[in-house]
């Protein structure tokens, strides 16, 4: 059965860093593109970045344009998020996601890694 399972999360000052990771089993990782998504409290998802199936593509929301990066792994079946100057604005539950082209995927979510961004 599919699974992705994220990691990386954690509590992080205003200007910090965070690496998350996703791994993921049960399907064939290379010939699908990977997103992921937030969900901040009291709010409903938002599609954060993209990467397709061979990791040449990429596409970000404006909101995190320039700050956070994507990348995978083929080779590990592990997909990665750098987040760099982070925000209060970017606390959320991140999510790793099947598919996911500009918009929130409607295909398979892991459990999420939360990410809070405070001093």
């Known amino acids: 059965q599919v699974q992705l399972v994220e990691s990386g999360g954690g509590l992080v000052q205003p200007g910090g860093s965070l690496r998350l990771s996703c791994a993921a089993s049960?399907?064939?990782?290379?010939?699908?593109?990977m997103s992921w998504v937030r969900q901040a409290p009291g709010k409903g998802p938002e599609w954060v970045p993209a990467i397709n199936n061979g990791g040449g593509s990429t596409r970000y929301a404006d909101s995190v344009k320039g700050r956070f990066t994507i990348s995978r792994d083929n080779a590990k079946n592990t997909l990665y998020l750098q987040m760099n100057s982070l925000k209060p604005e970017d606390t959320a539950l991140y999510y790793c996601?099947?598919?996911?082209?500009?918009?929130?995927?409607?295909?398979?979510w892991g459990q999420g890694t939360q990410v809070t961004v405070s001093s």
């Open positions: 049960g399907f064939t990782f290379s010939s699908y593109y």
């Open positions: 996601a099947r598919g996911g082209w500009g918009a929130v995927s409607e295909d398979y």
